[in-house]
């Protein structure tokens, strides 16, 4: 569950910086769980930006199973590009590649088109 908040919230404040970032997750700040899930159980991921500045984002997020709430996320993501230790990283944006574009369009959505990271 903590990985589908991941993903989504992760999409979620990649998509508000145009995916222009290399947006990975930094820290699980909240995790609380309050039931199980079973298989064919349908979830609902809802993820919420609390925050973004240039170098990071903080999410809130609750995972629903019908009317239930089953857990409660509160997740932080860096912007690899913009940390203040001034580490390099590849210039391709390896996050947020050209098969995510592909998925992003077969499911209704516009991606941008890529260019080179910041």
Do not use: Y
């Amino acid at each position: 569950m903590i990985e589908s908040m991941a993903q989504t919230a992760g999409i979620l404040v990649g998509h508000a910086r145009d995916f222009k970032e290399k947006v990975i997750l930094a820290k699980i700040s909240k995790a609380v769980f309050f039931n199980f899930v079973r298989p064919g159980d349908t979830l609902k991921i809802h993820a919420k930006i609390e925050s973004i500045a240039p170098e990071a984002a903080s999410t809130t997020g609750k995972i629903t199973c019908g009317d239930e709430i089953i857990a409660e996320i509160d997740l932080m993501f860096s912007h690899i590009d913009q940390n203040l230790a001034g580490k390099q990283f590849p210039q391709e944006n390896f996050v947020f590649t050209d098969l995510f574009a592909v998925v992003l369009r077969a499911s209704g959505i516009e991606a941008p088109a890529w260019g080179v990271s910041k």
